[in-house]
Nanobody, 122 residues
Framework: QVQLVESGGGLVQAGGSLRLSCAASGRTFSRYTMGWFRQAPGKVRDFVASIYWSTYYADSVKGRFTISRDNARNTVYLQMNSLKPEDTAIYYC??????????????????WGQGTQVTVSS
């Protein structure tokens, strides 16, 4: 069983920055593919970024968001810069404990956090 707890969401003006954190339980965190997803009201949950030994990003966030991890702290981060109103969503952290690759489909993620709200005002 893996527990994920996100933090760092909030309200920010367009052009601003936020850093999300996701603390994970589990003794083999370094072996998990970790991902960030987001879901805006009335929309499906979309992939944002993932990390294993390398990183993957959705086209909509490339050059603005950076995913990183600290295996010693069992934590994954999402640094979000140059935020836009369309980035407004609930952001979820997720763990894929089986695949062992940098990018996997959403269906492969077997543990999810509770989500943290990010609101970007124009």
């Amino acid at each position: 069983q893996v527990q994920l707890v996100e933090s760092g969401g909030g309200l920010v003006q367009a052009g601003g920055s936020l850093r999300l954190s996701c603390a994970a339980s589990g003794r083999t965190f370094s072996r998990y593919t970790m991902g960030w997803f987001r879901q805006a009201p009335g929309k499906v949950r979309d992939f944002v970024a993932s990390i294993y030994w390398s990183t993957y990003y959705a086209d909509s966030v490339k050059g603005r968001f950076t995913i990183s991890r600290d295996n010693a702290r069992n934590t994954v981060y999402l640094q979000m810069n140059s935020l836009k109103p369309e980035d407004t969503a609930i952001y979820y952290c997720a763990a894929d404990t089986e695949s062992g690759t940098p990018y996997t489909p959403i269906s492969s993620y077997d543990y999810w956090g509770q989500g943290t709200q990010v609101t970007v005002s124009s």
